[in-house]
Nanobody, 122 residues
Framework: QLQLAESGGGSVQAGGSLTLSCSGS????????MAWFREAPGTEREEVAH???????IYKESVKGRFTIARDHAKNGINLQMNNLKPEDTGTYYC????????????????WGQGTQVTVSS
């Protein structure tokens, strides 16, 4: 069972930066597609970015050019570098993983961290 743990959240002013980190309990590079989701009060959880085979990165349109997702091999996890943060980026950020086989992601995201809070003030 893969366990995930996030860290790095905090409070910043608009235009600031934060880096989120997600550590996995076992090897993930060739076995799991990994993603960052966020959930703001009163809204549904949404995917922000994910990384799949060959480190292919996919981003939500509103964060393109500002956020960068990357695998962290030392932690069996992923990081999320967030620059030029906006108040609408506020929310609880979750790390998630789903199985990958032959370079293809499949199944639902079934492994989740506890979340880390990001608050961006204007």
């Amino acid at each position: 069972q893969l366990q995930l743990a996030e860290s790095g959240g905090g409070s910043v002013q608009a235009g600031g930066s934060l880096t989120l980190s997600c550590s996995g309990s076992k090897y993930t590079y060739t076995s799991y597609c990994m993603a960052w989701f966020r959930e703001a009060p009163g809204t549904e959880r949404e995917e922000v970015a994910h990384v799949e085979s060959y480190d292919t990165e996919i981003y939500k349109e509103s964060v393109k050019g500002r956020f960068t997702i990357a695998r962290d091999h030392a932690k069996n996890g992923i990081n999320l570098q967030m620059n030029n943060l906006k108040p609408e980026d506020t929310g609880t950020y979750y790390c998630a993983a789903r199985p990958m086989s032959g370079g293809v992601c499949y199944d639902q995201y079934k492994y989740w961290g506890q979340g880390t809070q990001v608050t961006v003030s204007s």
